[in-house]
């Protein structure tokens, strides 16, 4: 109750008028982002960061504006996923399987307007979620010791590792610990030692996360984008009636409520992101449907679903990011990274350290969804316009931008080389069949894991019989083998 | 992602290139002190900073052979030698291929334009028309001189290069309001950079 109490206070607190400008501004950046393809929310959130970085921007500021920017890009996939069957994100590509049919019976606006408020829903769903379930979990993690943080730590990477792998999951694990090995370049913390540097001074300090994110995640996609076929934007369907059918938000008061359990669920499991929260809800939907005829000719019950799940996600994301430190998507990652730019180390101790963080992240992650429904009714008619910008135009600009991103962080020009670099190597990686994701929850959370381990096997003289006998690390290693033996389903 | 007959053969070589990491790791962890004291502190073996690279390194061996025998049990080193021979009668792969290439030494030039400065000593020709303390006063110092006329370049280069479709009417609107777009988005954003966001120009 305290929880909700302090989340009020924030709520009113946070509402001053720069604040709200900031979120207005990203709100919308973030629907473009999210409405463009190849322009993702990580992206949007990694390029933000740098920026909110470089021009000391407050706590509270900075984090309107990259929650602003993960909303709007979260919501803004499903415009051109209705209008034009193009979804401009991932996550966006089970609404347009529903979605396009409705548009081209005529019932585009609706479809959007539904979309819209579903979004809103399953961002307030998450946000009830995170307030319920964080000062729960926190308590939980203080009883947890080193053993106990190296385990989730791994099972982060494995579990990750396993879900995103588009091929086998072996390539996952592999790019989680390749991402636990860079993680170890740079000075031993323990004894000073320097370890894989070669001798290259910029390396001494380890590799800093945003360029490796920017380099992950913006270069493949650059590459993908500019060198496939590119379509010019289709001419989308006319938008009429923008308004929701209140009958039909009444028939699918179910399927929003389980969209909503589902895309927290997974929204909390590391590294998962709204992508599979959105296909898995779709699924789950048409499965236990009344009208299963319906899905793939305009089945409004499967939008229902996925946005619903993709927004609810993202309060259940942020749920192991504040409580334990691991980012539940890949945007997650990135505003983990953020976060600790900022000066705030999430974590179980991070409720004492700043008691007030937790409710104020939660109020700007509603105040987030209240201005994404506005902002997602305003700009519907004209989000096709957007759509219109040429991929040979607009990739070039995203470059122009990551080289700038990575370079703003430090004013270092190695961590645009090492940008260049990581992402050629990411591109010939994603290629091959290895995730990226994994990659970088692994350079996140390898220090966390090795430190860990180390003092876990200090306390116990090399032992490692703790592991197995304390009831929380036992768990952990039960969920690892469940991850590890996992396969994930594609449907 | 390549195609499944593909990916199989590539796995042969993706699972040799992690093992022979793994094995390169585990060498250099070897060479990291473990036991006794280091700098004055206690580095018993699973202390030392080598420990967490020899465990990766071990399993980086063991998972990259798990990649080649998955490869090799679907098939993929019946025909090990074809991945060449395709690529080189393949045009459409080859071109692909070019152009991969071609976009990411793109990205390295436009970089080392940044970094070398070529276009420096225009900062002088922009001091002589900008007052130091304008909006576009960045562009009177030699890194924001630089930065610009690369930058537009590179986005030049980049759109007429990736750009699909015929001929381009150099002289028409559509051309004009391009042209203004490349060289005017880097203006604008160096102009962001450097005077409201103080974040210094590469």
Redesign the interface.
Known sequence: MEAFVQFAHQFVVLATPFNLLVLLGSILLGIIFGALPGLTATLGVALLTTVTYSISLSVETSMMALMGVYVGAIYGGCHPAILLNIPGTAAGAATAVEGFPLSQQGRGGEAIATATVMSFLGTLFGVFAMLLCIPWLSRLALLFQSSEYFLLALFGVLICGSLTAPDVPVKGWIAGLFGMLLATVGMDPTHGFQRFTFGIPELVEGIKPIPVILGGFAIPQIIRSLTSKQDPAKTGNPIQSLWPKVLVLKQNVKTAIRSGLMGVGIGSIPGVGEDIAAWMSYDTAKRYSKNPGEYGEGSMEGVVAAETANNACIGGALIPLLTLGIPGSPPAMMLLGAIMLHGVIPGPRLPEEHPEFIPKMAAILTWASLFMLVCGFAVSRISVYVLRIPVYLLMPFVALFTVLGSYAFDYSLFNVWFMLGFGLLAYLMEENGYPIAPLVIGIILGPMAEDNLRRALIDHQGSLLPFLTRPISLAFVVLICFSLFFRRRRS | ??ERSE?RR??IF?GSL?SL?GGL?LI?ASK??MGGT??G?D???????????LL?GA??IL??L??VV?GWRQGGGRHLGDGVRCFVRDHDRRR?TL??GG??LG??A??LL??WKPFAASSLVFGRVLSAQGHFGFLTEANGANYWIS?AI??TL??WA???GGRVKILSWRSMA?AT?LWG??LL?GYL?SV???????
């Open positions: 992602m390549l990916l590539a796995d993706s992690i990491i790791t250099g990291m002190p280091y700098g502190v580095n018993p073996w699973y202390a030392s900073p080598g420990a967490i690279p990766l399993l980086f998972l990259g798990a990649v998955h692909r152009k991969i976009l990411w990205l390295v436009y970089v940044l970094a930058s590179f986005l980049f759109v990736f750009r699909p391009l777009t988005g880097p954003l950079f409201h966001l103080h974040v210094p120009l590469p």
